[in-house]
């Protein structure tokens, strides 16, 4: 398991065919196997390319327990011994922050946040995928790797458990992810499909981490960074950088937690699709006629006015993609407040944030962000508040602290 | 979780920063997030390019139940419910037969063969872990991921299980592989460390994969091909890999079955380190004083002379990586030719086979094949015996049929 195949890692099998012997009926005018040798551009891939729902569309037989299969956070597999369910969840994707370490941590992170999205706390087992560039140097490849595993494992060790396994290959470019499992008791996961008119919708970390990585990197580029200099200052992107680095990082387990102690009906966390197609997603789900209003946009300082120089990203419209985001959780109206207040205090540590950002209403399970949405400018923990000169009409600025 | 994480498929999160930008203290002279936009030659990677051992070397704290973290085929972790153990593996790698369909079967024949080779036969959970290649143009990507995927889940299928999620990525190289998932009671598997000595070593698939899949490759790359053309004609290569292609497809379940009927003591599945490579590392995990002794090699027809006349491989030195090879596995001496007769019986359907290849004797934990290997040359199934000339004076021919 842990060994490479060789048969994969070989350039020599792998070597060019050109297709031309393949099987009769069955070959491909161009060899198939070819490719695991060619590199193109597509340096602006859409998220969507990468065939979000070519995997599944079934989950098998399902019993009395509760099953979920391909669309959610996890999949949810009733097993064969004593009313136990198998919750299981992967990610893997490419390196987007500068610092192995912390991008180590951020893959873990984003991994477990699967998990934690159904309520969960505990991981039986974490299995770790990897490849490293073949264009890197053995000096490189030494330095950069051991770092990237210590951070993925530091995020595990947080989450209460550690990797077991996994697999890593060379590959153009560097991968890293994971697989996360568990091993549940009834009581220990929250199906996310129990909404209600009434309830009320959290978010535990701000938004606007792709605007974040992505501005960081135009610092060095500059026909990019002069379309976006007249609203942001390099000090005020180098400090939403280091915020967004430090949201990823952090674990969603605690909110998992208090799910469980203030009644959650359903939860997500937010990564590719943005905040509203998470919601579009999770609202689907619902067994109860709901959609979900989003009204306030928690987000990284000065990212809404990045977001909206460069013309890209769709922040405020919801679909600017986040990697390893906050929870969107669906709390009774009553125990939102509560649970908001009770994630900032110091017995959690620090870091730990939440905003409401919408209601459940009755609805054809849908969500949509109103027409013009509060933005909640979150400052970075290293700023101080005067360094942030004040951003749109209809943003309100609110200390992470 | 089935759909990409859009900042890793994002061409644009991922663009080049060139470095300099990073976190003062942790940042790399050359940007880390840019090696998911380099490509290099590496066309004569050794197996061994792929850190085989790169990721763990614990398994975190173990109770009564047995463990097994890093270095054998699957990790064995007691869960915190009723005597039950977690078995999971995990295996991805690069196409490396043109046939799509037939690629996705054995990407999951393979990593099913990490829990055949505990004995275990079902499995609870598949994930799927997919990347289509960014060059591919958007016609090849539609006609050659969904015959991928067919093929994963109809493998999938006659393992018993379903697939129910995954993750896809768009890459340079195309990447296939899984995460196969079993909660399991104690006499559901086969701890692979109880060898002992007067033991008799089986294999269930015949070796030479890598060769037949280089070799078929040859057939259009005339410099390569001059040098083994004097050993073996086309036809004879054409029979070979679609020999290889059809092994590497089988599943070890059957197998995995009968290692309870007959008493198996330990067993391991050969894949990227050969034969020798697997046997030294099951050796090594044994809790008795014993060594692994090979005296046969069952090899495809005439791959063991390509071999020879390439001076590759290392075939008859048992190094020569396999992809989904056979399972290697220790019985009682009274139960191996037995095992041997039933796996071929016609209950179990066409295509397995089995051969002695060793034994079991007093040592140090190592493994070693003898000075002059018998090599049972293995007729793939579409040959006549006829068609086959003979090779080396120390093979010996036997049809698989």
Redesign the interface.
Known sequence: ???????????????????????AG???G????N??????????????????????T???PIPTLPAL???????V?P????G?S?V????????????????GRIACA?VLS?LYAMGIT?C??M????S?????SEE?RE???PLM?KGFRDAAEEGGT??????????????I?G?A?V?C?PNEFIMPDSAVVGDVLVLTKPLG??VA??A??W??NPERWNKVKMVVSREEV?LAY?EA?FNMATLNRIAAGLMHTFNAHAATDI????ILGHSQNLAKQQRNEVSFVIHNLPIIAKMAAISKASG?FGLLQGTS???SGGLLICLPREQAARFCSEIKSSKYGEGHQAWIVGIVEKGNRTARIIDKPRVIEVLPRGATATAFAPDSSNASSESSL
């Open positions: 398991m842990a060994e490479a195949s060789a048969m994969g890692t070989s350039g020599e099998a792998m070597a060019a065919a050109d297709g031309s012997s393949g099987p069955l070959s491909l161009r060899g198939f196997s490719y695991r040798g060619l590199v193109g551009g597509q340096e602006e891939a859409a998220p969507e390319a990468g065939l979000p729902a070519g995997l599944a079934e989950a098998g299969g391909i669309g959610m956070d996890s999949c597999i097993l064969r011994h004593g136990l198998l299981q969840t992967t990610d893997f994707f490419y390196p987007l922050v500068e610092d192995p370490y912390m991008m984003n699967d505990e039986d087992n299995l770790m995928l990897l490293v560039s073949q264009s890197m490189e330095k950069i790797t595993i550690a990797v077991t396994g996994g697999q890593t290959v060379v590959n153009p470019w560097i991968i992810g697989v499992t091993v008791q981490t792709q990585v992505n960081h990197q610092l060095d180098e280091q680095m990564t590719g699709f943005g890209r993609a986040e990697t």
